[in-house]
């Protein structure tokens, strides 16, 4: 028996994108730049030229003079205030370059591939289950693929197709599986607890600030659909936690960053609605090659609407044809033929 992987709902995120981190990565980039034109260097006061070792009252905006005391500050404030702005803006753009740098670059699938048939995992949560076991993530294929005895008789598969170990009869066990499974540090074990916070599930109340705590250690551990539901839970009124869409956008961004490709459809999608038609379709074939293909939709209506290229629509098509190639099974596909409640593409 397995938990069922819950995802945030489509469509979720209404935002623009903000960067979020960019204070702090300005400030961070500054003190650098400060550091780095200081190297090996003697301080000079900016307003009366006096050198010396004690010369470290720096300017509290852009980090990038000194002064001797906070007279010569106040002082030098007006003559300093045209190159201060400057390096500011500079250090802003070089934060939001780096920014973007990450956000773009395209992530690992957000899962490994299956360890039994070693094929890539789908995106979709119907097309792999977690076993609370043994912890591994198994594709539907193998989990439905039928078992038969040393005659070669079909027998029912009443244990993991991993691990072997037989499934639980109570939610007791399964909650007390889940607990070890928390204790060994296992992300997609603390994300489910998260979301039967959530949803009150499995005997848990409705708790959203628990459901945060555990999603923030989850996310933390690398499992990048806990940032995107914590981006849901600020993004949705009557969450518990208040609305605050800067920090919804964030989170989003962190889940794409990781490679949970609907909140990178959402992102991409708000970029649409800005105009802002360049990181849209960056953000859709980032999706894409996750194998979301509500983005090939996406950049077909903007290949539509002349914000995209006719290779770009290309390319999309084979990206996703790419992803299919990598997940296709014929016993991927005799599971979804044999039961309703599963597909995988």
């Not at 609407?305 to 290779?311: F, I, L, N, P, Y």
């Amino acid at each position: 028996m397995s938990t069922s992987d819950n995802y945030c709902k489509d469509g979720a995120s209404k935002l623009s994108i903000p960067n979020y981190d960019g204070v702090c990565e300005m400030n961070d980039m500054l003190n650098n730049m400060s550091t780095a034109n200081n190297v090996d260097s003697i301080s000079v006061c900016a307003n009366c030229g006096k050198e010396g070792s004690d010369i470290n009252n720096t300017c509290n905006k852009c980090k990038q003079v000194k002064y001797c005391n906070a007279t010569c500050k106040k002082k030098h404030r007006s003559k300093h205030k045209k190159d201060c702005e400057e390096h500011i803006r500079l250090a802003a753009e070089r934060a939001a370059k780096l920014h973007d740098e990450k956000l773009f670059k395209q992530p690992p699938p957000q899962y490994s591939d299956c360890p039994i048939c070693f094929l890539r995992l789908p995106y979709l949560g119907t097309g792999s289950i977690y076993m609370i076991c043994c912890g591994k993530t198994i594709c539907s294929g193998c989990f439905n693929a039928p078992l038969y005895d040393n005659q070669g008789n079909k027998v029912d598969n009443e244990k993991c197709p991993f691990c072997r170990t037989p499934w639980p009869t109570t939610d007791e066990v399964i909650i007390n599986r889940l607990k070890k499974r928390i204790e060994a540090g296992d992300a997609r074990a603390i994300y489910n607890i998260g979301v039967f916070y959530r949803d009150g599930k499995n005997g848990y109340p409705v708790d959203h600030t628990k459901a945060l705590e555990f999603f923030h250690r989850a996310g933390e551990l690398g499992h990048a659909i806990s940032y995107a539901c914590i981006g849901y839970e600020y993004d949705e009124f009557n969450r518990g936690v208040g609305v605050d869409k800067k920090k919804a956008t964030h989170y989003y961004e962190l889940a794409a960053m990781g490679g949970e490709v609907v909140a990178r459809y959402n992102l991409g999608t708000d970029e649409g609605r800005a105009g802002n038609w360049d990181r849209a379709l960056k953000h859709h074939m980032n999706a894409i090659r996750g194998g979301y293909s509500d983005s090939l939709n996406k950049i077909k209506k903007l290949y539509a609407d002349g914000h995209a290229t006719k290779e770009d629509y290309t390319k999309a098509l084979q990206s996703y044809q790419s992803y299919l190639g990598e997940i296709k099974s014929k016993q991927r596909d005799e599971a979804a033929a044999a039961r309703e409640d599963y597909r995988y593409y």
